[in-house]
Protein backbone atom coordinates (compact mmCIF):
# COMPACT_ATOMS: atom_id res chain seq x y z
CA UNK A 1 0.00 0.00 0.00
CA UNK A 2 1.61 3.44 -1.03
CA UNK A 3 1.04 6.27 1.12
CA UNK A 4 0.08 9.74 -1.23
CA UNK A 5 -2.23 7.41 -3.57
CA UNK A 6 -5.72 9.83 -4.56
CA UNK A 7 -7.00 6.11 -3.77
CA UNK A 8 -6.54 5.64 -0.06
CA UNK A 9 -7.02 9.92 0.70
CA UNK A 10 -10.44 10.35 2.59
CA UNK A 11 -13.29 12.34 0.09
CA UNK A 12 -13.33 16.40 2.30
CA UNK A 13 -16.43 17.58 -0.41
CA UNK A 14 -19.90 17.53 1.07
CA UNK A 15 -22.65 16.76 -1.36
CA UNK A 16 -25.29 19.55 -0.98
CA UNK A 17 -27.42 18.05 -3.65
CA UNK A 18 -29.60 16.07 -0.96
CA UNK A 19 -30.13 19.26 1.00
CA UNK A 20 -30.75 21.46 -1.79
CA UNK A 21 -33.31 19.02 -2.80
CA UNK A 22 -34.95 18.65 0.87
CA UNK A 23 -34.67 22.95 0.56
CA UNK A 24 -36.67 22.93 -2.40
CA UNK A 25 -39.45 20.28 -1.07
CA UNK A 26 -40.21 22.28 2.15
CA UNK A 27 -40.36 25.91 0.02
CA UNK A 28 -42.71 23.83 -2.45
CA UNK A 29 -45.00 22.61 0.85
CA UNK A 30 -44.80 25.93 2.47
CA UNK A 31 -46.23 28.09 -0.62
CA UNK A 32 -48.78 25.38 -0.83
CA UNK A 33 -50.08 25.10 2.79
CA UNK A 34 -49.72 29.21 3.02
CA UNK A 35 -52.88 30.36 1.53
CA UNK A 36 -54.78 27.68 3.98
CA UNK A 37 -53.57 29.09 6.82
CA UNK A 38 -55.92 32.26 6.95
CA UNK A 39 -57.05 33.31 10.11
CA UNK A 40 -60.85 34.46 11.23
CA UNK A 41 -64.06 33.65 9.87
CA UNK A 42 -65.67 34.73 6.60
CA UNK A 43 -68.35 37.32 7.10
CA UNK A 44 -69.83 39.35 4.70
CA UNK A 45 -69.78 42.84 6.63
CA UNK A 46 -71.97 45.73 6.35
CA UNK A 47 -70.71 48.75 4.47
CA UNK A 48 -70.15 52.20 6.32
CA UNK A 49 -68.24 55.53 6.15
CA UNK A 50 -65.78 56.40 8.85
CA UNK A 51 -62.10 56.59 9.57
CA UNK A 52 -60.24 53.57 10.57
CA UNK A 53 -58.36 53.33 13.91
CA UNK A 54 -55.03 53.40 14.47
CA UNK A 55 -53.74 49.91 14.95
CA UNK A 56 -51.39 48.70 17.57
CA UNK A 57 -49.79 45.54 18.37
CA UNK A 58 -52.13 44.72 21.24
CA UNK A 59 -54.45 41.74 20.29
CA UNK A 60 -57.94 42.74 20.04
CA UNK A 61 -61.07 40.93 21.56
CA UNK A 62 -63.55 40.93 18.87
CA UNK A 63 -66.86 39.09 19.10
CA UNK A 64 -68.54 37.68 15.92
CA UNK A 65 -71.76 36.71 14.56
CA UNK A 66 -71.77 34.62 11.05
CA UNK A 67 -74.46 34.32 8.15
CA UNK A 68 -76.25 31.71 11.18
CA UNK A 69 -76.24 33.52 13.88
CA UNK A 70 -73.57 31.40 15.48
CA UNK A 71 -71.10 33.91 18.39
CA UNK A 72 -67.28 33.23 18.62
CA UNK A 73 -65.11 34.89 21.23
CA UNK A 74 -61.96 35.67 18.72
CA UNK A 75 -62.22 32.40 16.81
CA UNK A 76 -63.73 30.12 19.63
CA UNK A 77 -67.42 29.48 19.10
CA UNK A 78 -69.57 30.32 22.51
CA UNK A 79 -72.82 29.52 22.82
CA UNK A 80 -75.54 32.98 22.94
CA UNK A 81 -76.24 31.96 26.28
CA UNK A 82 -72.82 32.04 27.90
CA UNK A 83 -71.53 35.19 25.91
CA UNK A 84 -71.77 37.62 29.00
CA UNK A 85 -70.32 35.09 31.68
CA UNK A 86 -67.31 33.99 29.53
CA UNK A 87 -66.78 37.50 28.14
CA UNK A 88 -66.66 38.76 31.68
CA UNK A 89 -64.08 36.43 32.99
CA UNK A 90 -61.95 36.79 29.92
CA UNK A 91 -62.05 40.89 30.78
CA UNK A 92 -61.08 39.87 34.27
CA UNK A 93 -57.43 39.47 33.59
CA UNK A 94 -57.41 42.78 30.76
CA UNK A 95 -56.62 46.16 31.17
CA UNK A 96 -58.15 46.97 28.04
CA UNK A 97 -61.87 46.63 27.99
CA UNK A 98 -62.24 47.13 24.33
CA UNK A 99 -64.53 44.54 22.26
CA UNK A 100 -64.80 44.97 18.61
CA UNK A 101 -67.79 43.53 17.15
CA UNK A 102 -68.79 42.27 13.84
CA UNK A 103 -71.62 41.00 12.24
CA UNK A 104 -72.40 39.58 8.89
CA UNK A 105 -74.82 41.86 6.79
CA UNK A 106 -77.45 39.21 6.80
CA UNK A 107 -77.67 38.40 10.72
CA UNK A 108 -81.25 39.98 12.15
CA UNK A 109 -81.22 43.23 13.70
CA UNK A 110 -82.82 41.92 16.69
CA UNK A 111 -79.79 39.24 16.75
CA UNK A 112 -77.41 41.88 16.76
CA UNK A 113 -78.75 44.01 19.37
CA UNK A 114 -79.24 40.93 21.73
CA UNK A 115 -75.74 39.93 21.60
CA UNK A 116 -74.53 44.01 21.68
CA UNK A 117 -76.83 43.87 25.46
CA UNK A 118 -74.67 40.60 26.12
CA UNK A 119 -71.65 42.19 25.60
CA UNK A 120 -72.20 45.67 27.65
CA UNK A 121 -73.91 43.37 30.05
CA UNK A 122 -70.16 41.60 30.56
CA UNK A 123 -68.72 45.24 31.80
CA UNK A 124 -67.24 46.39 28.07
CA UNK A 125 -65.83 49.74 28.54
CA UNK A 126 -65.43 50.47 24.74
CA UNK A 127 -67.45 48.81 21.66
CA UNK A 128 -66.09 49.18 18.62
CA UNK A 129 -67.89 48.00 15.62
CA UNK A 130 -66.18 46.43 12.61
CA UNK A 131 -67.65 47.16 9.22
CA UNK A 132 -66.20 47.25 5.59
CA UNK A 133 -65.57 50.59 3.86
CA UNK A 134 -68.36 52.12 1.51
CA UNK A 135 -67.23 52.14 -2.13
CA UNK A 136 -66.90 55.85 -2.36
CA UNK A 137 -64.74 55.80 0.46
CA UNK A 138 -62.29 52.90 -0.01
CA UNK A 139 -58.86 54.00 0.09
CA UNK A 140 -57.41 50.45 1.21
CA UNK A 141 -59.40 47.68 -0.93
CA UNK A 142 -59.88 44.53 0.92
CA UNK A 143 -59.26 46.22 4.78
CA UNK A 144 -61.97 46.05 7.19
CA UNK A 145 -62.49 48.92 9.25
CA UNK A 146 -63.26 49.62 12.79
CA UNK A 147 -65.15 52.07 14.25
CA UNK A 148 -65.94 52.86 17.90
CA UNK A 149 -69.16 54.14 19.49
Known amino acids: MAMGTNSDQLMSEINVTPF????LVLLIIFMVSAPMMVQGLDVSLPKATSKPLS????????????????VFINETAVPAEELKIKLSKILENRP?????????????????????AEIRGAGVEKLGMITEPA???????????????
Do not use: C, W
Not at 96 to 116: E, M, N
Not at 135 to 149: I, M
Open 55 to 70: TDNVEHLVITVDKDSK
Open 20 to 23: VDVM
Open 96 to 116: DRTVYFKADKSVSYGTAVQIL
Open 135 to 149: EETKKEKGKPQKAHS
